[in-house]
C-alpha cells in the first residue's frame, strides 16, 4: 500500500499494493495546516518514541523481561509510569537475616567479623557473595559494634561519675590548711559578722541571700561574684549554712577574706535553734533515703554490670548515687521558713552559679502571691536544656504520679530561686514535700531517681511564678553548646550537671567564668595547686 499527500495538503490518496488501481481518496478541510505545525508535530513524536526506548531499555537493565511489541509497550507505559520504583529492589532475604536476633555471646572469640565498613566491602567484593551472605556478614558487623558502642558509653558514664563524686585532692587540702589556720590564727576565728552588724541578718531592708554549701572554693566564687556585681554591695547579707566539718575551714576564708561593705554570716546546721531541736523531717529521710539506695541500688559495679538497660538509663542511676544527692545541703532549702522566721524573702543559691549582674532588681519582681519565683526549663532557644517538663523527672507509669499531675506541665529550675517566705508560711509547701519523700521511699524510690528537684516539684506545685530566663542559665555542667558570648550575657549562669567547675572535666571554654572569680595568687591557693585551668 502507498501512501500519497498533495502538496496543498488538500488531498490523501492510498494506492492498495494489489495490481488494480483503486484509490480511495480524502478530503482534508478546507482549514490549511502550515509546515511549521507539521514540524512540531514530527519533532514531538520523535521526543515521544526516544522516551518509549528508554523506559523500555531501562528495564531491561533492570532485569526484567524484554519487550519489543506495541502490545507490551503500552503495558509498559501504563502501570509502569504510574507505580514505577515504588516496589523495592531489595531482596527479600535481607530482611529476614536482620531481623532475626543474634545472642550477645554469639559473636565472642570471632575473628572472621569485619572491624570496619572497609573490611565489610573489601570481604564482600573478594567473595563475590550472595544477598545472604551480605545480610548476614552485615548483622555481625553491625551488632558486634554496637556492643562495643555500649561498652565505651557505660564505661564513660562510670568515669564521670568516679569523677564527678570524688572530692578533688585540691579542695582537700584547702579544707585542711584553712582548719590548720582556724586553730592557729585568731584572725580566722573572727565572728562573722561582727557584733555591731548582727541587726542586719534579721533587717528585711537588706537583700538577704542564702547559700548552703560544704565546698569552700566554690562558696568562694559565689559570694565574690555577688558583692563584686552588686550596685548596692552595703545592702547585701550572705547567710552560708554549712555542715559541722565544714564550718571551721569556711569561717576561716571568710574571715581572712571580707567581702566588705557586704555583710557575711558563717552558721553551721547544729547551730540553728529549730535544727537542734528534736527530729528533723528532712534528716529522717535522707538516713532512709540512704538505707533504701543501698539495697535497691546494689552500688555502682552492680548498675554497670546490668546487660539488658540502656546506656542512658544506667547513666541516671550512677548519678542517683552520687553523694550529692544525699546531702543535707541539697535538702535544707525546704526548710527555709523555720531556717530563717524572722525574714520575708529571700534568694536562695546554689553552689555551683555564678552572679554576673546586680541581683537587687529581684526584689522588685510581683510574686502575685506565689511562693518560689523561678524560670522555666521547657522554652527557650537551647532545645537539649529547655525542653524539661514534669515527665522528665517523674516516673508517670506509677499510678501515685500518673493520677496527680500533668505529664507536660512545664518545669522549673533550682539553682537561683526567690522565696516568699511569708506567703510561704501560710501554705503546706514543707509538709507536702516530706509526704512525698516518704510516698518515694515506700516504693523503693520508684517516683523519681534523681535528687531533691522532683519532690520539689511536686511540693511548690501550683506556687511558682515565671521569671524571666535571663535570671538564671542552665546546663553549663552537662553539655557545653552553650557560647561564651551566651553565657557571659546571662545574669546568672549555672553549672549543673556533672562537669562542675571546679573538676578536671568541667569544659575548658566555659570555666573561665567560674575561674576569674578566683585569686590564684592567694597563698591557700597556690599552696593546694589550684590552677586556671
Known amino acids: 500500500m502507498q501512501l500519497y499527500i498533495s502538496p496543498s495538503l488538500r488531498h490523501i490518496t492510498v494506492f492498495p499494493a494489489k495490481g488494480f488501481k483503486e484509490f480511495m481518496k480524502v478530503k482534508v478541510g478546507s482549514r490549511r495546516v502550515s509546515y511549521r505545525m507539521l514540524f512540531y508535530s514530527l519533532l514531538f513524536f520523535t521526543f515521544l518514541l526516544r522516551f518509549v526506548f528508554v523506559l523500555t531499555t531501562v528495564d531491561t537493565i533492570d532485569g526484567e523481561s524484554k519487550c519489543s511489541t506495541i502490545g507490551c509497550l503500552g503495558k509498559r507505559l501504563g502501570p509502569g509510569i504510574l507505580r514505577r520504583r515504588l516496589e523495592s529492589n531489595v531482596p527479600e532475604v535481607i530482611y529476614q537475616v536482620l531481623e532475626e536476633p543474634i545472642g550477645k555471646d554469639e559473636l565472642q572469640g570471632r575473628s572472621d567479623v569485619p572491624q570496619s565498613l572497609e573490611e565489610f566491602m573489601a570481604e564482600i567484593k573478594k567473595e563475590k557473595s550472595d544477598a545472604k551472605t551480605f545480610a548476614l556478614k552485615l548483622r555481625e558487623m553491625v551488632t558486634l559494634l554496637e556492643q562495643r558502642t555500649r561498652t565505651a558509653k557505660i564505661q564513660e558514664y562510670l568515669y564521670r561519675h568516679v569523677a564527678s563524686s570524688s572530692i578533688p585532692k585540691q579542695l582537700h587540702c584547702l579544707a585542711l590548711k584553712l582548719a590548720n589556720e582556724h586553730s592557729t590564727n ?3 576565728r573572727l565572728q562573722l ?29 559565689v559570694a565574690k561574684s555577688l558583692v563584686q556585681n552588686s550596685l548596692h554591695p552595703q545592702k547585701v547579707v550572705l547567710h552560708i549554712i554549712t555542715d559541722r566539718k565544714t564550718y571551721y575551714p569556711m569561717q576561716a576564708w571568710f574571715s581572712l577574706h571580707p567581702l566588705s561593705p557586704a555583710i557575711i554570716e558563717v552558721k553551721a546546721l547544729h547551730h540553728f ?40 538509663v544506667i547513666a541516671a542511676k550512677l548519678q542517683a548515687l552520687s553523694p550529692k544527692y544525699n546531702s543535707v545541703m541539697n535538702h535544707i532549702r525546704i526548710n527555709l521558713p523555720e531556717l530563717f522566721p524572722s525574714l520575708n524573702k529571700v534568694v536562695f543559691l546554689d553552689d555551683d552559679i555564678v552572679i554576673q549582674t546586680d541581683l537587687s532588681p529581684l526584689w522588685d519582681i510581683d510574686m502575685d502571691g506565689k511562693v518560689n519565683g523561678a524560670v522555666e526549663t521547657c522554652r527557650g532557644e537551647d532545645k537539649f536544656v529547655m525542653s524539661k517538663r514534669l515527665k522528665s523527672y517523674l516516673n508517670f507509669s506509677h499510678p501515685l504520679i500518673k493520677e496527680n499531675f500533668n505529664p507536660n506541665e512545664c518545669a522549673w529550675a533550682y539553682g537561683m530561686n526567690i522565696f516568699d517566705l511569708d506567703a510561704w508560711r501560710k501554705t503546706n509547701i514543707s509538709l507536702t514535700y516530706h509526704y512525698w519523700v516518704e510516698q518515694n521511699l515506700k516504693s523503693d524510690l520508684s517516683l523519681w531517681q534523681l535528687g531533691t528537684l522532683p519532690p520539689g516539684l511536686i511540693a511548690f506545685h501550683g506556687h511558682v511564678q515565671v521569671i524571666d530566663p535571663f535570671w538564671h542559665m542552665l546546663g553549663l555542667g552537662y553539655q557545653d553548646n552553650t557560647s561564651f558570648a551566651d553565657a557571659e550575657s546571662a545574669g546568672v549562669i549555672h553549672f549543673n550537671g556533672r562537669a562542675k567547675p571546679w573538676l578536671e572535666i568541667a569544659f575548658p571554654q566555659l570555666r573561665p567564668l567560674w575561674a576569674k572569680y578566683i585569686n590564684f595568687s592567694d597563698k591557700f591557693i597556690k599552696s593546694c595547686h589550684i590552677r586556671p585551668s
Open 186 to 188: 585568731a584572725a580566722a
Open 193 to 221: 559578722p561582727s557584733a555591731e552588724l548582727v541587726p542586719a541578718l534579721v533587717d528585711n531592708s537588706y537583700f538577704h541571700f542564702v547559700l548552703a554549701s560544704d565546698n569552700v572554693l566554690a562558696a568562694s566564687v
Open 273 to 312: 535553734d529549730w535544727f537542734a531541736k528534736g527530729k528533723v523531717p528532712v534528716m529522717e529521710a535522707m538516713e532512709k533515703d540512704q538505707r533504701v539506695r543501698s539495697q535497691f541500688r546494689g552500688g555502682s559495679s552492680a548498675i554497670v554490670a546490668n546487660n539488658t538497660e540502656k546506656p542512658v
